[in-house]
């Protein structure tokens, strides 16, 4: 009932955030986004076409009836048609968010998984030679881009100077088969490049960890290497983790992955919002830049909750 | 027996790979019709994506390509003949025009239908008739569709813009755009307009049911229902899947009359469609692949894409010589390829409205911003910026006629694009400028690396003209509406630009310096000289013939001698397909129609 409250609460005091996130991207957009009316006219427009286009767009409204009309939207989930492609933007979102998901929550997953263990190991041979293998790898995960990596996957596993098996392009998904060819390498090359990262921030935290008191008294009395790491260390590191890989979340689900997508020709969210972004298409933006600020809220709401999960002394006030 | 499909090799790889689920069943979609034969799939490439497919937003290229396929228009051109030819495709003939060249009337032919859609009753695509036509034109002047196609028509057809000023009322008729009957459309022009059937071949006039448009409303952008030779079957920003129209009308191609020439197109297998009514393959897919890495390694996979363009940072190891374009032999072994020039060129513009630069009331001032502006021209080498951007294999010609078209003229000398830096050194001084009393001039540029050099190369033209670096200032644009705006508000001094060919007549790039098309419309200079306007409008109703060509060429030499633009190039581009693919690759002003023609060879590996 507390954490009910503690919710509701937290959900209330969100709605100065929204308001206050929806507000500063809106005046980013009316004054500093791209004009999209020259991007609509034709070849050889006349002033009256490009007014016809401004006045329809609501360019010549006053900035606060439209920002009222984004409120309303919010409010309402509706924002209208694209500007750009015509389509619903309920509909676009609705179409490639699950794409988007489905394209990176493996790799979203494996990475932070993967990083969690190799953290803990490096963690437990802090200063040794594996420590150091694992640390180098990560630099060179860190350091390499993401392109590249795209790129280097791309000619290693589905080109015809490497093994060929896997496409190029393509997110003609219809069974789990289909899912495994189209998603194996995007999901390589977001491990690839996500385990460096991830290992340093794990690594820290469980070094840390590792120094507690409790760590060494479990050590001194014998505990098994993988029960302490899994029990007395894991768990008391658990929310700088789970904090990371919470607030991580929507980014996976609004913003999905622009290089991916746009290398591996599949149609998800990341290429819509960046399309959005550098023409100027409002509707879609309004929708995305209101989405995950109400996702953020719930984010940070259901991050409160977990902390209280793991750690019974965390109170919810 | 192990499968060598990839993809069901693929999957096995993957479920090894991540220790999932042992002998996953492959999915996909069918790769047979349903009597047993396969499937017959062509998979083209395009470098851009489009984003809207109704037809009165149809200007980008991209949308112009699937639109021809969804939407069927009166006219189109030969498959193969080059120069360009019309050639008629829902109409029956070419049109009848009254011998004040005022009225046109075009027959219909019968029997062609809509795909079959959820608008029309029982989901039956109907007969495309007349009034379809009528109210697929009358849409571009209907403000709430925020057509980009209106400027064909504009102040052409009787009647048709005080339509739109009085509020766009479907009920009404319009006096210059009737239906006769079912089958015939007339055509009252307010004057001669000898370019008519050229618009009528666009995808502009790509002809939409109304049931469809009150269906779907907005959403037919995304909702395609025509009567052109295929059906969208899904369309996103990363691919479009169209099969055939089965309501599509049934004729047999006749490639003799296409233009074809057996020592130009007889390595292509084009015997094998001759005699066979388009379209041939079962499925068409069209990826949309900016990321030039994406597409190449797509094509080269031998399994994806195939079809692409040669992208500029492989054209050394694919191209066998320059000049004449070849390919190499390991490549000329492995795919079909065709290399041709664009229709279309590029330019760099000098916006005549600037006080210190172009037009002055001191006419001593106004001769010395031209020798100026000849004297930055003379400076800018086309040699080194074709070697430098476009691998050396773009066409350089002088003047705004680019070599596409039929009134292009080879003989015309070729001083303004070749570089003659002293001569142009010595203009500057014989005019009185030096370094410190040349103005400051702009340059406008959407942001990518690759303005960005262009703009730099410029640059250093102008800098060893005398310019100093300070004085040639580069201004950035995130998108091209921004730099779009920036030039319809005439905010800048100077900027490259390209302009692509609406239909094979030099009118289309002579009214880019027509003076009542100053901004914001397409005369970017802001060029306005009286003779040349009154030479336009003297040419704008005549037949094409010699004795317009030779007013297009006065007008050409106009622009040169004037010094408004630094111009031009028509860049070249080479295509790979794959053996298996029956067909000749066209995305000029053919464009999206060569799609209906193609075919794909199965059974066997390629040759």
């Known amino acids: ?317 | 027996m192990l499968n060598r499909n990839p993809r069901t090799l693929g999957a096995v790889a993957a479920s090894i790979a991540i220790a999932l689920l042992a002998g996953c069943g492959g999915g996909g979609q069918p790769q047979t019709n349903a009597d047993g034969t396969p499937l017959k799939v062509y998979r083209h490439s395009m470098d851009g994506a489009p984003v809207n497919l109704d037809p009165v937003q149809s200007a980008v290229v991209y949308s112009n390509f699937v639109v021809l396929n969804a939407y069927d228009t009166l006219y189109s051109y030969k498959y193969l003949a080059r120069p360009y030819e019309l050639k008629p495709n829902l109409a029956k003939g070419m049109p009848e025009v009254s011998e004040d060249g005022l009225t046109y009337t075009i027959h219909l032919k019968e029997g062609s239908g809509f795909i079959d859609d959820p608008a029309f009753p029982d989901g039956k695509g109907r007969e495309v008739v007349a009034q379809d036509f009528v109210y697929s034109i009358k849409r571009h002047f209907d403000p709430k569709n925020r057509s980009q196609g209106a400027w064909l028509w504009q102040g052409r057809i009787v009647g048709l813009d005080q339509w739109k000023d009085d509020g766009a009322d479907y009920s009404q008729d319009v006096e210059g755009l009737k239906a006769l009957d079912d089958h015939s459309i007339q055509i009252k022009l307010v004057k001669p307009y000898p370019q008519l059937t050229y618009t009528l071949a666009m995808g502009f006039s790509g002809i939409v049911a109304q049931e469809a448009v009150e269906k779907y409303g907005r959403e037919l952008s995304i909702h395609p229902v025509g009567s052109g030779p295929y059906k969208v079957e899904r369309f996103s920003t990363a691919k479009a899947v169209l099969v055939p129209n089965p309501n599509f009308r049934q004729e047999p191609v006749d490639l003799a009359a296409e233009g074809f020439d057996p020592a130009v197109h007889g390595d292509y297998g084009l015997d094998a469609i001759d005699g066979k009514a388009p379209p041939f393959v079962d499925r068409l897919e069209i990826d949309f692949i900016t990321e030039t890495a994406s597409r190449w390694a797509s094509f080269t996979s031998d399994k994806e894409v195939q079809f692409t363009s040669v992208p500029v940072e492989q054209i050394d190891s694919v191209l066998g010589s320059k000049q004449p374009v070849t390919v190499s032999d390991a490549w000329a072994k492995r795919y079909h390829w065709k290399s041709g020039v664009e229709a279309g060129f590029i330019y760099t513009y000098f916006n005549m409205d600037k006080p210190y630069f172009g037009y002055n009331d001191d006419p001593a001032i106004e001769a010395k911003n031209k020798a100026l502006r000849c004297a930055m021209r003379d400076a800018f080498s086309w040699a080194e910026r074709n070697e430098r951007f476009y691998s050396g294999i773009g066409t350089v010609f002088p003047g705004i006629i680019a070599p596409v078209v039929p009134e292009f003229d080879p003989s015309l000398s070729e001083a303004s694009v070749t570089q003659h830096m002293e001569k142009a050194k010595q203009q500057l001084r014989d005019a009185g400028w030096t370094p410190e009393t040349l103005p400051e001039l702009t340059y406008g540029y959407s942001s990518a690396v690759f303005y960005r050099q262009v703009f730099e190369q410029f640059r250093g033209f102008m800098n060893q003209l005398g310019f100093p670096l300070a004085k040639i200032q580069g201004r950035t644009f995130a998108t091209f509406g921004d730099f779009n705006k920036a030039i319809k508000t005439s905010q800048l001094d100077i900027g490259g630009l390209g302009w692509g060919l609406d239909y094979p007549d030099a009118e289309n790039t002579l009214q880019l310096f027509y003076g009542p098309n100053r901004t914001p419309g397409s005369n970017n200079p802001n060029y306005a000289n009286p003779e040349f306007d009154a030479l336009f409008e003297q040419a704008s109703t005549m037949q094409p013939g010699p004795e317009r060509t030779e007013l297009y060429r006065k007008m050409n030499e106009m622009v040169i001698d004037d010094c408004v633009a630094i111009t031009g190039m028509s860049r070249n581009k080479v295509y790979l397909w794959h053996k298996n693919v029956v067909g000749v690759p066209d995305r000029e002003i053919l464009g999206g129609f060569w799609l209906k023609y193609v075919d794909v060879k199965t059974g066997g590996s390629e040759e």
Do not use: C
């Not at chain 1, 020259?38 to 427009?45: D, S």
């Not at chain 1, 060929?164 to 060819?181: C, K, Q």
């Not at chain 1, 935290?205 to 007395?232: C, Q, S, W, Y």
């Open chain 1, 1 to 317: 009932m507390d954490t009910l409250q503690y919710a509701l609460r937290k959900l209330v005091t969100g709605i100065p955030l929204v308001l206050g996130v929806t507000f500063i991207s809106f005046v980013l957009m009316v004054y500093f986004g791209p004009d999209k009316t020259y991007e609509l006219i034709g070849k050889n427009a006349t002033p009256e076409q490009i007014a016809e286009i401004r006045s329809q767009l609501g360019y010549d409204e006053p900035f606060f009836v439209r920002y009222a009309d984004y409120l309303r939207q919010l409010v309402t989930l509706e924002f209208g048609y694209s500007d750009s492609t015509g389509e619903r933007v309920s509909r676009i979102l609705t179409r490639t968010i699950p794409v988007s998901l489905a394209l990176t929550l493996p790799g979203f997953v494996l990475g932070n998984v993967l990083a969690v263990v190799l953290a803990l190991v490096a963690g437990f041979y802090r200063g040794g030679l594996i420590d150091r293998a694992i640390m180098a790898g990560a630099v060179v995960g860190m350091s390499i881009s993401f392109l590249i990596i795209i790129i280097g996957f791309q000619v290693l596993l589905s080109s015809s100077y490497g093994i060929n098996y896997f496409p190029v392009r393509g997110w003609e998904v219809y069974s789990l088969a289909d899912y495994l060819y189209y998603v194996t390498v995007p999901t390589l090359a977001i491990v690839f490049v996500s385990l460096g990262y991830n290992t340093r921030f794990y690594r820290a935290v469980i070094v840390e960890e590792m120094n507690r008191d409790h760590v060494r008294t479990a050590r001194a009395f014998g505990t098994p290497p993988i029960k302490l790491l899994f029990r007395n260390v894991l768990r008391n590191a658990a929310i700088p983790i789970i904090t990371r890989i919470m607030f991580s979340i929507p980014l996976v689900v609004i913003s999905g992955s622009l290089l991916i997508e746009s290398y591996f020709g599949i149609p998800g969210v990341g290429k819509v919002t960046y399309d959005a972004i550098t023409t100027g298409d409002q509707p879609i933006l309004k929708a995305v830049v209101g989405a995950t600020a109400v996702l953020f809220v719930l984010t940070l709401i259901a991050t409160d909750v977990m902390y209280k999960v793991i750690d019974p002394r965390v109170s919810l006030k």
